[in-house]
């Protein structure tokens, strides 16, 4: 009976961000992130989160309630030009 070794390889991946923050005011002033880290954060407000946020901003019954952060983040990405991302153009093969 032959005897099997297995070994693990770990891979440690970063994302990288960088920030300038106003210390006093308790704000970013700018950020900047590779592609990795905005799928990231495209990814999280594509669930349901991003929705919620949206809906309680605007369509509340007791007026604006906020998430924390949440409701900023999804206005910054919803006021975002489009040109500012990647896309892809779909060519159908006839």
């Known amino acids: ?3 099997t070794t297995s070994a693990t390889t770990q891979i440690e991946e970063h994302v990288s961000l960088k920030l300038v923050l106003n210390e006093k005011g ?5 950020a900047e992130a590779g592609k990795d880290f ?12 991003g ?4 809906l309680i901003a605007k ?5 604006p309630v906020t ?3 949440f409701n900023s ?11 500012c991302f990647f896309m892809l153009e779909l060519q159908h093969v006839s």
Do not use: H, W
């Open 59 to 63: 369509e509340s019954s007791i007026g």
């Open 73 to 83: 983040l999804y206005q910054s990405v919803a006021d975002l030009n489009e040109s």
């Open 51 to 54: 929705t919620i946020a949206r």
């Open 26 to 30: 308790n704000k970013v002033l700018f």
């Open 38 to 49: 905005v799928d990231i954060l495209c990814g999280l407000l594509t669930m349901p989160l």
């Open 67 to 69: 998430l924390g952060c």
């Open 1 to 3: 009976m032959a005897a």
